[in-house]
């Protein structure tokens, strides 16, 4: 009995829950580091984590047990954590039974495999003297100090892995180039590439497949004037393009425009003007040195017309040589040694499909009961561009075994469900050499009967355990129901078609000036009258000093002028060369997943907004709405309106009047602006939800707008069911600082289209609306701390009026609790839905646990009478912080996992700005205190 008592005491508990979230909290920053690979192997799929999670059942069912008999106010408690070790046990099964994979399904290719693992045994061989270049190095990386001993490969072409060329080993990055002797032209048709040498403009025929490249033109330094592709070697230094046409046997006639350093060039100029022959094209140009990227600590492997060379970087400087078999090479970072084993020009890559070398490991890839053929893929595109909206495989599912033929459109979000199977549309491959394919989440889950039991019965056991302890202390319950106003009766300006969507030109203007110029005024010129101004007048465009460079590394190393802000498209175009090279690289490094140095991000803002105004200047922006397109009038008029009175800017001002009325006691005209500002920031919301016809949260912008709502609609539901203002004080408070953030920070807060896993607006309105609704509990309980450590350190509080205080944070912060919890595991339903994995340890959905799991500690404690009133309020507080690190971290500052979509960089100085002023707040306080208590 003794060691039930210990194993499900509350201390023990405590201990678990810290450092759960503590283990949680270092693996998501060494994740940011080093990789998700490095935190699935080292901890979420690890023995020891296993074992740790071993511990919280144990825990958890002592904890029931221990209460023994049981009476009626045990049965919310008894029924929680039988749901939760239901979860768990889900957890354990799916981890233990489930099977989850990949495969990669080529266009009238059949399938019945998936594979498990992204390890697997390769061996390279020297192909034939005639055989197609595929530079390829197998190497070890040694340390004795680190007790390292790593081999790896690089393969230039990998078809099953984009990556080969690239590896990352701890803080060591490797990675392979080639380097055309001369600049290549490459066409991918029918599965296979076919290199022309830029040299000549003859025809040349494509062997066997019945096509002809015609009418090749090449310009090493290519520049657009008059919609003409010219070469302009005086003002351009180094932007490689070429110009051809395609034509068959029948006389059909495909004509292309291809850019080296920007592949998304083309839609300057329209693009193909037509799309026959499902080509791939691209271009490959060896650079010049002095246009080579920024160097950063690392090793590159380089393979040049035959020979093969090294480019070693350390802190202690940069080595070169030439490379040979069986060299030993110092790499300069502390004691560590490249052996190259090994060096191939024309490698092949025989691949072994079995187990992998660790004891108790699975099989490489499974058989399936069915086989899947892919007949078509499609990305289909927001009208007038490139991003997708969806992606959609028509597929045909056979089991032979059974006599069952299914014709099946699987879809983004729709998966096919078949004997305990789902496939899942995961991703996609538009590849020149090999084609389209899909690549498809393969999962069966048998525990996700379980998983989903167990959250419910968790559901049920909070609301019996807060039914039996009224969460009120009068146990009244109440709905507060808002009045939602829409703004009618303005007249809309020309409607076009942009960044796939319709919209005034008012936003199109407004956005682009916000993008190029950084503001939505110009010098006193209002954004519609400027842009349009300038999309009628290419010349003045041209020497317009209006794109705005503010970081000042990039101005020096592109040879600008650091001390100048703003910048013409002709000062920009000379430097193309050097601007793209830096977006290859970060493209490369996202397309690894692996985040860009800030360098290389204010390269592509740069190069967004150079293409904002050629696209200007060329007249190909903003598009003209077809005719055949259904247009809204309405919505444009509600756009036109948001532009012009900006009801969130509008809704913050009343709320910090609200906050400065709340001292003077002023209760009527108190209410009369915060319901002023409760109808603005309403209007704002809903006219963003009319003009998008989806839920408000899709972006970082939208969810702080959204959050900051529901942080006033919980304080007016406590004010109301408390008989006190005081909630809506705090929370004017911390909602106007809110709306300053969502304004300070660098977000767009453009209504623009989503990306496709987020098409389901079921899923965002019960998800990511009920998470970002436990935001704003927990900021409306924050609000709430400050005052109640203010009071404190002066004396202010009776002992009565410190308990209701302290009541109130302790029953919003269960309230919030309640929230992320539930939208937590809504999350993971979703997940399982899209993709079939109910929880893959995420950065977002962890920092999401480790939230729950800091609130879940005040909550234990307040229970179990362990906190005091002022540490309940400091707990609020600093919870907040983590709320900060779940909310705006996660995406501003680790950068990875799933929820990229949401991703962004910038704005961390407020964000320190805030956490100096916390700091500032809470030392202030600590020191009042003791100071009284002496």
């Given at each position: 009995?003794?060691l039930?008592?210990f194993?499900?005491?509350?201390?023990?508990?405590?201990?678990?829950?810290?450092?759960?979230?503590?283990i949680l909290?270092v693996?998501?920053w060494?994740?940011s580091?080093?990789?998700?690979?490095?935190?699935q192997?080292?901890?979420?799929?690890?023995?020891w984590?296993?074992?740790?999670?071993?511990?919280?059942?144990?825990?958890?069912?002592?904890?029931?047990?221990s209460?023994y008999?049981?009476?009626?106010?045990?049965?919310?408690?008894?029924?929680?954590?039988?749901?939760?070790?239901?979860l768990?046990?889900?957890?354990?099964?799916?981890?233990?039974t489930?099977v989850?994979?990949?495969?990669?399904?080529?266009?009238?290719?059949e399938?019945?495999?998936?594979?498990?693992?992204r390890?697997?045994?390769?061996?390279?061989t020297?192909?034939?003297?005639?055989?197609?270049?595929?530079p390829?190095?197998?190497?070890?990386?040694?340390?004795?100090?680190?007790?390292?001993?790593?081999?790896f490969?690089?393969?230039?072409?990998?078809p099953?892995?984009?990556?080969?060329?690239?590896?990352?080993i701890?803080?060591?990055?490797?990675?392979?180039?080639?380097?055309?002797a001369v600049?290549?032209?490459k066409?991918g048709?029918?599965?296979?590439i076919y290199?022309?040498p830029?040299?000549?403009?003859t025809?040349?025929?494509?062997?066997?497949?019945g096509?002809?490249?015609?009418?090749?033109?090449?310009y090493?330094?290519?520049k657009?004037?008059n919609?003409?592709?010219i070469?302009a070697?005086?003002?351009v230094r180094?932007?490689?393009?070429?110009?051809?046409?395609?034509?068959?046997?029948?006389?059909?006639?495909?004509?292309?425009?291809?850019?080296?350093?920007?592949?998304?060039f083309?839609?300057?100029?329209?693009?193909?003007?037509?799309?026959?022959?499902?080509?791939?094209v691209?271009?490959?140009?060896?650079?010049?040195?002095?246009?080579?990227?920024?160097e950063?600590p690392g090793?590159?492997?380089?393979f040049k017309?035959?020979?093969?060379?090294y480019?070693?970087?350390?802190?202690r400087?940069t080595?070169?040589g030439d490379?040979t078999?069986?060299?030993?090479?110092?790499?300069?970072?502390?004691?560590m040694?490249?052996?190259?084993?090994?060096t191939?020009a024309?490698?092949?890559?025989?691949?072994t499909?079995?187990?992998i070398e660790t004891?108790?490991?699975?099989?490489?890839?499974q058989?399936?009961?069915?086989?899947?053929?892919?007949?078509?893929?499609?990305?289909v595109d927001?009208?007038g561009?490139?991003?997708?909206?969806?992606?959609?495989?028509d597929?045909?599912?056979?089991d032979?075994q059974?006599g069952v033929t299914?014709?099946r459109?699987?879809?983004m979000?729709e998966?096919?469900?078949?004997?305990g199977?789902?496939?899942f549309?995961?991703?996609y491959?538009?590849?020149?050499?090999?084609?389209e394919?899909s690549?498809f989440?393969?999962?069966?889950?048998?525990?996700?009967?379980?998983?989903?039991?167990?959250?419910?019965v968790?559901l049920i056991?909070?609301i019996l355990?807060f039914y039996?302890?009224?969460?009120?202390k009068?146990?009244?319950?109440a709905?507060?129901?808002?009045?939602c106003?829409?703004l009618?009766?303005?007249?809309?300006?020309?409607?076009?078609?942009?960044?796939g969507r319709?919209?005034?030109f008012?936003?199109?203007?407004?956005?682009?000036?916000r993008?190029?110029?950084?503001?939505?005024?110009?010098?006193?010129?209002?954004?519609g009258?400027?842009v349009?101004?300038?999309?009628?007048?290419?010349?003045?465009?041209?020497?317009?000093?209006w794109?705005r460079?503010?970081?000042?590394?990039?101005?020096?190393?592109?040879g600008?002028?650091?001390?100048?802000r703003?910048f013409s498209?002709?000062?920009?175009?000379?430097?193309l060369g050097?601007?793209g090279v830096?977006?290859?690289?970060?493209?490369?490094?996202?397309?690894k997943d692996?985040?860009?140095?800030?360098?290389?991000?204010?390269?592509?803002?740069?190069?967004t907004q150079?293409v904002t105004?050629?696209?200007?200047?060329?007249?190909?922006s903003p598009?003209?709405?077809?005719?055949?397109?259904t247009?809204?009038?309405?919505?444009l008029?509600?756009?036109?309106l948001v532009n012009r009175?900006?009801?969130?800017?509008?809704?913050?001002v009343f709320?910090?009047?609200?906050?400065?009325?709340g001292f003077?006691?002023?209760?009527?005209v108190l209410?009369?602006?915060l319901?002023?500002?409760?109808?603005?920031?309403t209007?704002g919301?809903?006219a963003?939800?009319?003009i998008?016809?989806?839920?408000?949260?899709?972006?970082?912008?939208?969810?702080?707008i959204f959050?900051?709502?529901a942080?006033v609609?919980?304080?007016l539901?406590?004010a109301?069911l408390?008989k006190?203002?005081l909630?809506l004080?705090a929370g004017s408070?911390?909602s106007?600082?809110?709306?300053?953030?969502?304004?300070?920070?660098p977000?767009?807060?453009?209504?623009?289209?989503?990306v496709p896993v987020?098409?389901s607006?079921?899923?965002?309105?019960?998800?990511v609306?009920t998470v970002v609704s436990?935001y704003?509990?927990?900021?409306?309980a924050?609000?709430?701390?400050?005052?109640?450590?203010?009071?404190n350190?002066?004396?202010?509080?009776?002992?009565?009026?410190?308990?209701?205080?302290?009541?109130?944070?302790?029953?919003i912060i269960?309230?919030?609790?309640?929230?992320?919890?539930?939208?937590?595991?809504?999350?993971g339903?979703?997940?399982?839905?899209?993709w079939g994995r109910?929880?893959?340890?995420?950065?977002?959905e962890t920092?999401a646990?480790?939230t729950t799991?800091?609130y879940?500690i005040?909550?234990h404690?307040k229970?179990?009478?362990?906190i005091s009133?002022?540490?309940?309020?400091?707990?609020?507080?600093?919870g907040?912080l983590?709320?900060?690190?779940t909310?705006?971290?996660v995406?501003f500052?680790?950068?990875?996992?799933?929820?990229?979509?949401?991703?962004?960089?910038?704005?961390?100085?407020?964000?320190i700005?805030?956490?100096i002023g916390?700091?500032?707040?809470l030392?202030y306080?600590?020191?009042?205190?003791?100071?009284?208590s002496?």
């Amino acid at each position: 009995m003794f060691l039930v008592k210990f194993f499900g005491s509350l201390r023990f508990a405590l201990f678990l829950i810290g450092s759960l979230a503590l283990i949680l909290t270092v693996s998501t920053w060494l994740e940011s580091a080093y990789g998700t690979p490095f935190a699935q192997r080292h901890f979420y799929q690890s023995i020891w984590f296993d074992v740790f999670l071993g511990f919280f059942a144990l825990n958890i069912f002592c904890a029931a047990v221990s209460r023994y008999p049981y009476k009626k106010h045990h049965t919310g408690f008894v029924v929680t954590h039988i749901g939760i070790l239901i979860l768990l046990f889900g957890a354990f099964l799916a981890r233990a039974t489930g099977v989850e994979g990949q495969m990669t399904l080529f266009e009238n290719k059949e399938k019945n495999r998936i594979l498990l693992q992204r390890f697997e045994t390769k061996t390279l061989t020297e192909g034939a003297e005639n055989g197609p270049f595929n530079p390829a190095i197998e190497a070890t990386l040694s340390s004795e100090m680190a007790g390292m001993d790593q081999p790896f490969m690089l393969i230039a072409n990998d078809p099953d892995n984009p990556h080969s060329a690239t590896k990352q080993i701890g803080p060591a990055r490797f990675e392979l180039k080639t380097v055309p002797a001369v600049p290549l032209l490459k066409i991918g048709y029918a599965g296979k590439i076919y290199p022309i040498p830029l040299k000549e403009s003859t025809d040349v025929p494509l062997e066997n497949t019945g096509l002809k490249i015609r009418n090749i033109r090449y310009y090493p330094s290519a520049k657009i004037e008059n919609k003409t592709l010219i070469n302009a070697a005086d003002t351009v230094r180094f932007n490689p393009a070429a110009e051809f046409e395609v034509v068959d046997d029948r006389g059909r006639v495909e004509r292309h425009t291809k850019f080296f350093l920007f592949p998304h060039f083309p839609s300057l100029r329209g693009g193909p003007s037509n799309n026959i022959f499902d080509l791939g094209v691209f271009l490959e140009v060896p650079a010049p040195d002095d246009l080579a990227e920024p160097e950063a600590p690392g090793f590159t492997f380089l393979f040049k017309e035959g020979r093969w060379s090294y480019v070693s970087r350390s802190s202690r400087g940069t080595a070169t040589g030439d490379l040979t078999a069986g060299q030993k090479i110092q790499t300069g970072w502390m004691d560590m040694t490249l052996d190259v084993k090994k060096t191939f020009a024309r490698a092949r890559i025989t691949k072994t499909i079995g187990k992998i070398e660790t004891e108790g490991s699975r099989p490489v890839s499974q058989t399936l009961p069915f086989s899947l053929t892919l007949k078509d893929f499609r990305k289909v595109d927001y009208p007038g561009t490139t991003n997708p909206a969806s992606f959609e495989s028509d597929v045909v599912l056979r089991d032979g075994q059974a006599g069952v033929t299914l014709d099946r459109t699987i879809k983004m979000n729709e998966p096919l469900d078949y004997k305990g199977w789902r496939v899942f549309q995961a991703s996609y491959i538009l590849s020149p050499e090999l084609g389209e394919a899909s690549v498809f989440s393969v999962a069966k889950n048998p525990g996700i009967v379980f998983i989903y039991s167990g959250a419910l019965v968790i559901l049920i056991g909070v609301i019996l355990l807060f039914y039996l302890h009224p969460f009120f202390k009068n146990g009244s319950t109440a709905a507060i129901v808002l009045a939602c106003l829409l703004l009618a009766g303005c007249s809309s300006q020309d409607p076009v078609r942009h960044n796939g969507r319709v919209k005034p030109f008012d936003s199109f203007a407004r956005q682009t000036l916000r993008l190029v110029a950084g503001s939505e005024n110009w010098r006193g010129q209002s954004a519609g009258s400027l842009v349009k101004d300038l999309s009628q007048n290419p010349s003045k465009t041209e020497n317009l000093e209006w794109i705005r460079l503010d970081f000042e590394e990039l101005k020096s190393h592109l040879g600008m002028p650091v001390e100048k802000r703003y910048f013409s498209s002709q000062d920009i175009r000379p430097r193309l060369g050097k601007i793209g090279v830096l977006v290859q690289s970060a493209k490369k490094k996202r397309d690894k997943d692996e985040r860009p140095s800030k360098l290389e991000q204010k390269a592509e803002l740069l190069y967004t907004q150079y293409v904002t105004v050629e696209k200007l200047i060329q007249g190909t922006s903003p598009q003209p709405v077809p005719s055949a397109e259904t247009i809204r009038p309405s919505a444009l008029t509600v756009e036109v309106l948001v532009n012009r009175f900006k009801p969130f800017e509008l809704a913050a001002v009343f709320y910090f009047l609200v906050f400065l009325l709340g001292f003077f006691k002023r209760k009527k005209v108190l209410l009369l602006f915060l319901g002023l500002a409760l109808i603005a920031h309403t209007a704002g919301i809903v006219a963003r939800v009319f003009i998008l016809q989806r839920p408000p949260v899709s972006n970082m912008y939208e969810s702080m707008i959204f959050m900051n709502w529901a942080l006033v609609a919980f304080a007016l539901g406590f004010a109301w069911l408390r008989k006190n203002t005081l909630p809506l004080v705090a929370g004017s408070a911390a909602s106007g600082l809110v709306m300053l953030y969502a304004n300070l920070l660098p977000l767009d807060p453009s209504l623009d289209v989503l990306v496709p896993v987020l098409r389901s607006n079921y899923w965002l309105s019960v998800h990511v609306m009920t998470v970002v609704s436990s935001y704003g509990a927990f900021g409306l309980a924050m609000a709430l701390g400050h005052r109640h450590l203010f009071l404190n350190a002066f004396g202010k509080l009776t002992p009565r009026t410190e308990e209701e205080s302290a009541d109130l944070i302790y029953r919003i912060i269960q309230l919030g609790t309640i929230l992320i919890g539930t939208g937590t595991v809504l999350g993971g339903v979703w997940a399982n839905e899209s993709w079939g994995r109910f929880w893959g340890w995420d950065p977002k959905e962890t920092w999401a646990l480790i939230t729950t799991l800091a609130y879940l500690i005040v909550i234990h404690l307040k229970f179990a009478k362990k906190i005091s009133h002022f540490y309940l309020a400091i707990a609020s507080v600093l919870g907040f912080l983590v709320v900060l690190m779940t909310w705006y971290g996660v995406n501003f500052v680790l950068g990875r996992g799933l929820h990229s979509y949401g991703a962004g960089s910038g704005g961390m100085n407020w964000v320190i700005y805030y956490l100096i002023g916390e700091t500032i707040f809470l030392g202030y306080i600590f020191f009042r205190k003791f100071r009284m208590s002496s």
